[in-house]
């Protein structure tokens, strides 16, 4: 899209999110969650079959170098010098033979191109080395879009005494949504750190992270997200 294009699909959606916040407003949506005491940060995703060009995963190149990267670099920072926990989710496939009856796919493939992501191939589902995992941080296979659908994920953060998730990464639209959707309902404060969530379609970020805002978290800045994770620190660090 050219900056033209840009600009006119800004202004189309704000236009939307003039006239949407009026209904919800009415109608008691936008509440705010506000955030816990002890919180974790869980990465969806930014692996480099999605933040590295070439892939059918890939998403807005422009976004992840200059914004996601950048973004997660400071919560990543913020986490490990307060004892924060952080765990990074990524997605691969076993068996990704598309005819294969026990297939670990399950039907998803039917509607995207899962079988890129093969797990023999490991730098492609490995975590972007930019914000690489450091030792005592978890790194978490799933094989559906929600980081809570088949996993230990929840029983990890209960066990760490965790009640705030800051939920960073792509796609806004799938794998990012659902695991925000989920955590609420798994009784975990959600927020979504707007500068660390991307995707690959114009216009999805904006639409998705308003649409989350008014129903399943409290979408803030990453500073904001800097700062709380700073004030928080004390009691995680004593715990």
């Known amino acids: 899209m050219t900056d033209i ?3 006119e699909l800004d202004r189309m959606l704000q236009a939307a999110f003039d006239a949407s916040t009026k209904i919800y407003q009415q109608r008691g949506f936008q509440r705010r969650i506000g955030f816990g005491s002890r919180p974790a940060l869980v990465s969806i995703d930014l692996a480099n079959a999605w933040t590295r060009p070439g892939n059918p995963f890939t ?3 422009e976004k992840m170098d200059n914004e996601i990267i950048p973004g997660m670099q400071k919560l990543l920072a913020a986490c490990r010098r307060n004892g924060h926990p952080v ?8 068996i990704t033979d598309r005819n294969a009856p026990l297939t670990d796919m399950g039907m998803w493939h039917n509607k995207i ?12 589902w490995a975590i972007d080395s930019r914000i690489a995992p450091v030792p005592g941080e978890h790194v978490l ?28 990464g792509v796609t806004a639209t799938a794998c990012v949504r659902t695991t925000i959707c989920d955590g609420l309902g798994e009784g975990f404060r959600t927020i979504a750190p707007r ?10 970020v904006a639409w998705n992270l308003y649409d989350i805002d008014a129903k399943f978290a409290d ?12 004030r928080a620190g004390g009691k995680a660090a004593a715990a």
Do not use: M, W
């Open 141 to 168: 296979l799933k094989k559906r879009a929600s980081a809570f659908h088949g996993t230990p994920l929840a029983g990890i953060l209960r066990t760490a005494g965790v009640d705030t998730v800051l939920v960073t």
């Open 87 to 94: 765990i990074h989710v990524t997605t691969a496939y076993e």
């Open 59 to 61: 998403c807005d190149q």
């Open 219 to 230: 979408v803030e800045s990453v500073d904001t997200c800097v700062a709380y994770l700073d």
């Open 5 to 7: 294009d840009h600009r």
């Open 113 to 124: 191109p899962v079988e890129a992501v093969n797990l023999k191939d490991t730098e492609l």
């Open 195 to 204: 500068e660390c969530v991307g995707d690959r379609v114009p216009g999805a």
